[in-house]
């Protein structure tokens, strides 16, 4: 059974860093695109970066945030510099598979799989 687990969240000021990991258990990392999600309070969840066979990032996380894979730890990461107040939310990743080209999706209801989400808050 595929299970997502995220950490690495936390408080940072502005202009901080952090990197969530999102360790994926009971299946390979190869067959799946994995998706990082944001939601704020009151908002939807929407997507901030996937990595599959191409990788996404929002326009408002270019050049700040790096998605990537470790397949020998099955984890994926995004790291996350110059952060800023309106990147705070809990970040969740997300799985979709695909038997040899995973592609990733920004529509949340394309993904079965969930972690349980990490809070990340940036404020002085």
């Known amino acids: 059974q595929l299970q997502l687990v995220e950490s690495g969240g936390g408080l940072v000021q502005p202009g901080g860093s952090l990197r969530l990991s999102c360790a994926v258990s009971?299946?390979?990392?190869?067959?799946?695109?994995i998706t990082w999600f944001r939601q704020a309070p009151g908002q939807e969840r929407w997507a901030a970066s996937c990595?599959?066979?191409?990788?996404y990032y929002a326009e408002s996380v270019k050049g700040r945030f790096t998605i990537s894979r470790d397949h020998v730890k099955n984890t994926v990461y995004l790291q996350m510099n110059n952060l800023k107040p309106e990147d705070s939310g809990i970040y969740f990743c997300?799985?979709?598979?695909?038997?040899?080209?995973?592609?990733?999706?920004?529509?949340?209801?394309?993904?079965?799989?969930w972690g349980q989400g990490t809070q990340v808050t940036v404020s002085s």
């Open positions: 997300a799985a979709r598979g695909h038997p040899s080209a995973p592609t990733c999706s920004l529509d949340k209801g394309h993904y079965n799989y």
């Open positions: 009971g299946v390979e990392l190869n067959y799946y695109a």
């Open positions: 990595t599959g066979v191409l990788t």
